[in-house]
């Protein structure tokens, strides 16, 4: 994973061999665990997530990141269970493996902790949080 300190046109530079780059957003169905998971076949999660990246990529992005949106009422970043960064860092990584481009992780809403620990396991270059304070009601 790129370094912390670098700027960002080098880390970009570093991750994608370039300083200007796009980056397709793969938003993942509900995930088992999440509020509207529906039973749906986690495979058919992974697919949709791979075919959503394979998409982006022959569009022409430059890699993709992978986010939890379809987990809609996003947890708080302490509630999120561990089914969550299991799930995300299977798909990032066959994301990764398969296509060969740049991965990054965002685990909404906010969650920097289970976002790195994914990026970890998935090999994945970059993690996106998208935000420093929230209020939660």
């Not at 039973?39 to 022959?58: F, M």
């Not at 991965?103 to 994945?124: Q, Y």
Request: glycine letters at 12%; hydrophobic letters at 45%.
């Amino acid at each position: 994973m790129t370094q912390l300190g670098q700027s960002g046109a080098d880390a970009l530079l570093e991750l994608f061999g370039r300083t200007k780059v796009v980056i397709g957003v793969v938003h993942l169905a509900p995930l088992p665990g999440s509020p509207r998971f529906d039973g749906e076949a986690v495979e058919a999660i992974y697919q949709q997530g791979l075919d959503d990246a394979r998409s982006y990529l022959d569009g022409g992005c430059d890699g993709v990141i992978v986010e939890n949106h379809g987990d809609i009422p996003f947890a708080k970043p302490d509630d999120i269970g561990p089914e969550t960064a299991a799930y995300m860092a299977v798909v990032s990584d066959r994301i990764r493996r398969e296509l060969g481009k740049p991965v990054g992780i965002n685990v909404l809403a906010n969650a920097a902790i289970p976002a790195l620990a994914i990026a970890s396991a998935a090999g994945a270059g970059f993690i996106r949080v998208n935000q420093w304070a929230n209020a939660y009601v």
